[in-house]
């Protein structure tokens, strides 16, 4: 969650910590089905909006009675959702044994013509790993050959198209492409490959390959500066033409 919110320089990182706790304690847990709050006080939390609005109610003053009758209530409800979570728990670990367990996993259900995200594995160094967007992209699948992918960058429409293997030994690298489900493109577009797509490719051992109607020039970063700040020598066309009124 930190990674959504944090600068590129990933200092601020400490200011977004405590909000992030609290969505996290407050939230349901897959494993549990059981917020991480409500296992350890046995209730939900009071938060901020709901102090709002019940400010001018009058508070109930508790007696010794009612001191006894909550803890009672309140060892007999934790205990009772402590088994709760723990058989949920033991449910969902045999459903993740069985996914570990199997040896080969299926092919990727991508085809020709997706747009699909390409998983960042290089490092940054001086940055934390875990807070950085693990997603490049958008790519567009251009060919499948099982375990062979070929994809072209979305950003930079004037790149090659890559070629790369897809490792379907184990989870953590069979995540190295993920489908794209959003309306929108990219964020932005370039007559050249991105650096960061360019590491990321290299990472994972891909080729540029020769395809029909993909073998444009790219351009570098110094050829388009010279492109855009060209001056003509000759004075054709050069003289103001001011505009016909239609009166």
């Known amino acids: 969650m930190l990674r959504t919110y944090i600068n590129n320089d990933q200092t601020n990182w400490d200011v977004f910590l405590p909000a992030c706790t609290l ?3 407050t939230s349901v847990h897959s494993a549990t089905n059981e917020s991480p709050f409500f296992l ?7 938060l901020n909006i709901e102090l709002l609005i019940k400010h001018r109610r009058q508070g109930h003053i508790p ?3 009612d001191h006894s009758i909550y803890k009672k209530s309140l060892i007999s409800t934790l205990h009772d959702h402590w088994a709760a979570a723990a058989a949920f728990n033991r449910q969902r ?3 993740v044994k069985r996914k570990y367990d199997k040896k080969q996993l299926p092919p990727l259900n991508i ?31 251009v060919s499948v050959d099982h375990p062979h992918l070929t994809i072209v ?3 930079a429409s004037q790149a090659r198209p890559n070629e790369f293997r897809l ?10 492409v993920k489908r794209c489900f959003t309306l929108s493109g990219p964020v932005f577009t370039s007559p050249w490959r991105p650096e960061t797509e360019t590491r990321a490719l290299d990472t994972e051992g891909a080729r540029t390959v020769a395809l029909v109607g993909y073998n444009h020039s790219p351009l570098s970063p110094q050829q388009f500066d010279t492109i855009h700040n060209f001056t003509p020598k000759h004075p054709y066309n050069t003289r103001f ?4 009124s239609s009166v």
């Not at 997706?114 to 490049?136: A, E, F, I, N, Q």
């Not at 490792?167 to 190295?176: C, E, F, G, M, Y």
């Not at 033409?241 to 016909?244: A, E, K």
């Open 93 to 95: 670990n045999e459903v």
């Open 153 to 155: 960058s979305i950003t």
């Open 23 to 25: 969505a996290y304690s």
């Open 40 to 46: 350890m006080f046995g209730r939900d939390p009071i």
């Open 167 to 176: 490792n379907l030994t184990s989870q953590a690298k069979r995540d190295q």
């Open 63 to 65: 007696s010794e009675e």
């Open 241 to 244: 033409r001011s505009r016909l």
């Open 111 to 141: 085809k020709a013509g997706d747009r699909v995200y390409l998983r960042d594995y290089t490092s940054k160094p001086g940055l934390s790993s875990k807070l950085c967007y693990p997603w490049l992209g958008q790519f567009r699948v």
